[in-house]
């Protein structure tokens, strides 16, 4: 089935630096989704990608998607303690029939030093 | 608009009894999905379902675990005669049609000893 790899597994800033994750698939992806987790939380939907080479802005998170839909990356510029917490992509998956699943990449668990 | 409802928070059992997960998902979505988190791992796809209908449960182990949605109430993920490799984070997600995005509940840790 599908797999996405998703890297660094772990990453540990300073305050104030920035942060990059990657997700790559071997194959084309219709549109990628990217999620947090905090720490004994649940998954809390961030942005959805879809079109080739876009980029989107949530003040100091830049999602981009690549221009073959094969990567992706969530950057945070100028982290800050509340950033802490897991960040996974996630890609719809054509199951049985017609129906779409999300599978998920290991995630990318952000620590960050005040 | 209430979140997707997962109860209880916390759940624990012992060997060979059963969990009974529910979830209730949002106000006006009728695709609920059920995934698994193992510590430190992401989380594994299960099940999706529509109301009396199971959709895809190419995730779901073969025996033990069952889904249902019925038409009144929540759905529910329940497995039989747990094991200790059962013990894990059981998320259920909802969306509004087949390709919405999916929001989460807060889940349901289970522990089996």
């Known amino acids: 089935g599908q797999q996405v790899m998703q890297i660094p597994q772990y990453q540990h800033v300073q305050e104030g630096e920035d942060f990059t994750t990657y997700c790559n698939s071997s194959?084309?992806?219709?549109?990628i989704q990217w999620y947090k987790q905090r720490p004994g939380g649940h998954p809390v939907f961030l942005i959805q990608l879809v079109k080739s080479g876009e980029v989107k802005k949530q003040k100091r998170l830049t999602f981009q998607f690549g221009e073959a839909k094969k990567n992706s990356s969530l950057h945070i510029t100028a982290t800050q303690t509340t950033d802490v917490g897991t960040y996974f992509c996630?890609?719809?998956?054509?199951?049985?029939?017609?129906?779409?699943?999300?599978?998920f990449g290991k995630g990318t668990l952000l620590t960050v030093n005040p | 608009n209430a979140g997707v409802m997962q109860n209880p928070r916390h759940l624990v059992r012992r060997r060979g009894q059963e969990a009974r997960l529910r979830c209730s998902p949002m106000?006006?979505?009728?695709?609920v999905y059920w995934y698994r988190q193992l510590p430190e791992e992401g989380l594994k796809f299960m099940v999706y379902l529509q109301k009396e209908n199971i959709i895809d449960e190419s995730g779901m182990p073969k025996e033990r675990f069952s889904a249902e949605f019925p038409k009144e109430g929540p759905s529910i993920l329940r497995i039989q005669q747990v094991v200790r490799g059962d013990s894990a984070a059981y998320f259920c997600?909802?969306?509004?049609?087949?390709?919405?995005?999916?929001?989460f509940g807060a889940g349901t840790r289970l522990s089996v000893l």
């Open positions: 194959t084309t992806l219709s549109n």
């Open positions: 996630a890609v719809s998956t054509r199951g049985g029939g017609s129906n779409y699943k999300l599978t």
């Open positions: 997600a909802s969306s509004e049609g087949l390709h919405h995005i999916q929001y």
């Open positions: 106000k006006g979505h009728s695709h």
